[in-house]
């Protein structure tokens, strides 16, 4: 069974940068679809970014240009580094890796988290201004 645990939240200044942290426990390698998410209090989950099993990452338009998303494959560490930092990025971060879909995410990845069937239970961010 595969566990993922997100690291590197915390509490931040608005302009300030966080690299968020998710590492996967049991045996898997690194080739799958993560995402990365964020849930508000009282909003809807969003999609930030994912990241093909063949190290492609794709970034909504929350995080675009101040985000980067990258991997240790030896170690099975995804990571997402967020820049810049605003206020309203104040949220819990999670990962979730699709293990049936295979190598690439789809664009239903990101939106609506197609195919994530196994999630952490979140680090929490809070950026004051």
């Known amino acids: 069974q595969v566990q993922l645990v997100e690291s590197g939240g915390g509490s931040v200044q608005a302009g300030g940068s966080l690299r968020l942290s998710c590492e996967a426990s049991g045996y898997i390698s690194s080739s799958y679809c993560l995402g990365w998410f964020r849930q508000a209090l009282g909003k809807e989950r969003e999609g930030l970014a994912v990241?093909?099993?063949?190290?492609?990452?794709t970034y909504a338009d929350s995080v675009k240009g101040r985000s980067i998303a990258s991997r240790d494959n030896i170690k099975t560490i995804w990571y997402l580094q967020i820049n810049s930092l605003k206020p309203t990025d104040s949220a819990m971060y999670y990962c979730?890796?699709?293990?049936?879909?295979?190598?690439?995410?789809?664009?239903?990845?990101?939106?609506?988290?197609?195919?994530?069937?196994?999630w952490g239970k979140g680090t929490q961010v809070t950026i004051s201004s």
């Open positions: 990241f093909d099993g063949d190290g492609t990452a």
């Open positions: 979730a890796l699709d293990l049936r879909s295979g190598t690439y995410c789809s664009p239903a990845s990101l939106l609506v988290a197609r195919g994530m069937d196994n």
